[in-house]
């Protein structure tokens, strides 16, 4: 959520106080202002919450363990011998990459949206897309109905929504054709050793990078709206 509003605003908030005005009296160009956001919402603000995660699970972790052993129960050497205590943070920063290139197209989506919209860019962001997608079901039902036949857009166009509205969405990847859904060990729950190797596997199908040339596009769309929106 913090991403999806950083973004929208990112662009739209710095017009609507006319600190665009401070901001480009500095020597600093538009495809890297646009660039720097896109970065610190795909990079760097995943990248804090990881911090964050991962602190806030060592201290609910030291806790019970100190709760259990005030109880007689000492579980503080097998928690600090085991290697997911260690390895699970690494685990955790080893998906970043993967991360960044599902979450390309909504960030450049919601980067263009913010460089252009007068009002309201969270009606436009969600909006547009999702009248789009009911359109084409509506036309797709109709055609069924009178002809028998359908068009082939409505899946393609349920990917399309789906890239641009839920990319920032950790393992959004899993629910894509050719990425398995879930990977359970024994068929009692995720084995977290599979999923980063499982999750670079999403890298080698096309959806990924055609993702990534649509986010590239907007972002480029979103410099040049930046460079020459006028707010009257």
Same mark, same amino acid.
């Given at each position: 959520?913090?991403?999806?509003? $950083?973004?929208?605003?990112?662009?739209?908030?710095? /017009?609507?106080? /006319?600190?665009?005005?401070?901001?480009?009296?500095?020597?600093?160009?538009?495809?890297?202002?646009?660039?720097?956001?896109?970065?610190?919402?795909?990079?760097?603000?995943?990248?804090?919450?990881?911090?964050? &995660?991962?602190?806030?699970?060592?201290?609910?972790?030291?806790?019970?363990?100190?709760?259990? @052993?005030?109880?007689?129960? +000492?579980? %503080?050497? &097998?928690?600090?011998?085991?290697?997911?205590? $260690?390895?699970?943070?690494?685990?955790?920063?080893?998906?970043?990459?993967?991360?960044?290139?599902?979450?390309?197209?909504?960030?450049?989506?919601?980067?263009?949206?913010?460089?252009?919209?007068? @009002?309201?860019?969270?009606?436009?962001?969600?909006?547009?897309?999702?009248? #789009?997608?009911?359109?084409?079901?509506?036309?797709? &039902?109709?055609?069924? +109905? %009178?002809?028998?036949?359908?068009?082939?857009?409505?899946? $393609?166009?349920?990917?399309?929504?789906?890239?641009?509205?839920?990319?920032?969405?950790?393992?959004?990847? %899993?629910? %894509?054709?050719?990425?398995?859904?879930?990977?359970?060990? +024994?068929?009692?729950?995720?084995?977290? !050793? +599979?999923?980063?190797?499982?999750? $670079?596997? !999403?890298?080698?199908? #096309?959806?990924?990078?055609?993702?990534?040339?649509?986010?590239?596009?907007?972002?480029? #769309?979103?410099?040049?709206?930046?460079?020459? /929106?006028?707010?009257?």
């Amino acid at each position: 959520g913090v991403v999806f509003f $950083y973004c929208l605003g990112a662009l739209y908030d710095e /017009r609507r106080d /006319r600190s665009i005005l401070f901001w480009k009296s500095l020597p600093v160009s538009d495809p890297m202002t646009v660039l720097s956001k896109a970065i610190t919402a795909m990079v760097v603000a995943p990248a804090i919450t990881i911090v964050l &995660a991962v602190a806030a699970s060592l201290v609910l972790l030291f806790i019970a363990c100190a709760a259990l @052993s005030a109880q007689g129960l +000492n579980l %503080f050497s &097998a928690l600090l011998s085991s290697s997911d205590l $260690y390895l699970a943070p690494l685990r955790l920063v080893a998906l970043l990459p993967v991360y960044v290139v599902w979450a390309v197209p909504t960030v450049g989506w919601l980067l263009l949206v913010s460089s252009w919209a007068k @009002s309201k860019p969270i009606l436009w962001a969600v909006g547009v897309p999702v009248v #789009a997608l009911v359109a084409i079901k509506w036309i797709n &039902a109709a055609l069924e +109905n %009178f002809s028998g036949q359908t068009l082939l857009l409505e899946h $393609y166009a349920s990917d399309v929504v789906a890239r641009i509205l839920g990319g920032i969405v950790p393992g959004i990847w %899993f629910t %894509f054709p050719g990425v398995t859904a879930a990977i359970h060990l +024994n068929g009692h729950g995720i084995d977290m !050793s +599979n999923v980063v190797p499982q999750s $670079y596997m !999403s890298l080698a199908g #096309a959806d990924a990078w055609i993702g990534v040339a649509m986010g590239a596009a907007m972002l480029y #769309a979103a410099v040049r709206m930046r460079r020459w /929106r006028d707010e009257g």
